[in-house]
């Protein structure tokens, strides 16, 4: 997660993040989505912000992919920001070369960035230090839309170097954001995260495809941590890591209508890795496809867990799964280091878990695994008309339950392990 502190602090949580993540890795807004940016009148002066537009290419940004536009992009901005009432930084269709952003606020009025071209991250990576590419810190009735792309250019720079992959930058981070709205739009082959929420509130995330190779590392979708009232509906992902990760400290956390896949699933975690984390709570994942993903959907908590914290009140339902290798997996030996020791017990506590309506196919026999601590058993877990079988030879549907403690009602009888 990368905070809102000093540069060095910022470094420090980036390259904490990398270790977790390199294992695999509010309400709506009150504010109605922003319509597209409306063109200027004849004659009138865009440069200038006629009609609160401020399209980048009228203050020198060159659409050739090649020529750096972030000191044109930054001016937009910082103009935008300043700003009363509506204002909108206007990224035409072209392609638009840039490296790291840092639109900052408090603004004066309510600003809209409307993307139509592509924007692409330069991969000149020791201009980013260690941080990332579209940094949006403490703007509130904030409007991301349009239909371009942001185009980390991640397939020029990936790497099986877990120890270089620490200094990749997320492409879109929303640190402290308030009522906000990311629509439409297209993220393509970021260098590590697509996306990353922190600390922010009212936020919906709506129709967007994100996209990148399914072997490529640590590529999460959305990662959401330490933020409230979050909404993602109706997107498309498909990445090397998970499509959505939702990390400490998250409640309220709506997803509907995504379909995931490749990816490493929808996950609540990992948790429990720091000591300033925090609990999550009300989380509601449903009406959701996941298609050839190694994960469905699931709850990973970290063995060497050094803070006691608790996760509740998680509901998944109305899934499909298409050849998902672990359909329903809650992990709480979750180490993906190989560091931690055999003594090692999650201190995590995982409770009120609800497994509904998950059907379909699995590509392994354990279609559930509830693989939690002795030391914290999983408490309140339910299995309800979940229906998910093997789709391999011989068809033996397992499912695998250790320390968990729940029921199963209307469930496929080999998977109603619960104690």
């Given at each position: 997660m990368i905070m809102a502190f000093g540069k060095n602090a910022r470094k420090v949580l980036l390259v904490l993040m990398v270790m977790c993540a390199t294992s695999t890795a509010k309400r709506p807004a009150a504010k109605e989505e922003a319509a597209p940016a409306p063109a200027p009148e004849a004659g009138a002066s865009e440069a200038s912000g006629a009609r609160g537009i401020f399209d980048i290419?009228?203050?020198g940004a060159t659409s050739d992919g090649k020529t750096?536009?972030?000191k044109e992009l930054q001016e937009a901005w910082k103009s935008a920001c300043g700003a009363a009432g509506q204002a909108t930084v206007l990224i035409p269709k072209g392609e638009f070369l840039a490296g790291p952003l840092n639109f900052s606020g408090p603004c004066k009025g309510d600003v809209t960035i409307h993307i139509d071209?592509?924007?692409l991250g330069t991969n000149d990576l020791p201009k980013y230090n260690g941080g990332s590419w579209i940094n949006i810190l403490k703007v509130n009735n904030l409007v991301i839309t349009g239909s371009g792309t942001i185009d980390g250019q991640g397939a020029n720079v990936y790497?099986?170097?877990p120890a270089e992959a620490k200094a990749f930058p997320n492409s879109l981070v929303l640190d402290f954001v308030k009522n906000g709205t990311v629509s439409g739009i297209t993220l393509l082959n970021s260098k590590f995260f697509h996306m990353n929420i922190y600390m922010s509130e009212d936020v919906k995330i709506e129709n967007l495809t994100i996209t990148a190779p399914g072997d490529s590392p640590n590529t999460d979708g959305i990662h959401i941590g330490d933020s409230t009232n979050i909404n993602v509906t109706d997107t498309t992902i498909g990445t090397g890591d998970d499509c959505i990760s939702i990390g400490g400290g998250s409640s309220h956390?709506?997803?509907?209508?995504?379909?995931c896949g490749p990816g490493q699933g929808i996950s609540v975690g990992c948790l429990g890795r720091y000591k300033d984390e925090k609990d999550v709570s009300d989380v509601t994942v449903k009406d959701c496809v996941l298609r050839?993903?190694?994960n469905g959907v699931r709850v990973k908590t970290y063995e060497n867990a050094v803070k006691s914290i608790t996760a509740s009140k998680l509901t998944f339902e109305n899934i499909k799964m298409e050849d998902v290798a672990n359909p329903i997996i809650i992990d709480q030996n979750?180490?993906?280091?190989?560091v931690c020791t055999a003594k090692s017990k999650s201190?995590?506590?995982?409770?009120?878990?609800i497994f509904r309506n998950i059907t379909g196919t699995s590509s392994t026999p354990a279609a559930v695994s509830l693989l939690c601590s002795d030391k914290q058993p999983c408490s309140g877990v339910e299995l309800i008309d979940v229906n998910v079988e093997y789709s391999g030879e011989n068809n033996k549907t397992i499912g695998v339950c250790n320390n968990a403690k729940g029921t199963a009602k209307d469930t496929l009888q080999a998977l109603a392990c619960l104690a």
């Open positions: 290419t009228n203050v750096d536009c972030s071209g592509t924007l790497t099986k170097d956390i709506i997803v509907t209508g995504v379909t050839s993903s190694t979750y180490c993906p280091e190989k201190a995590v506590t995982v409770k009120d878990v």
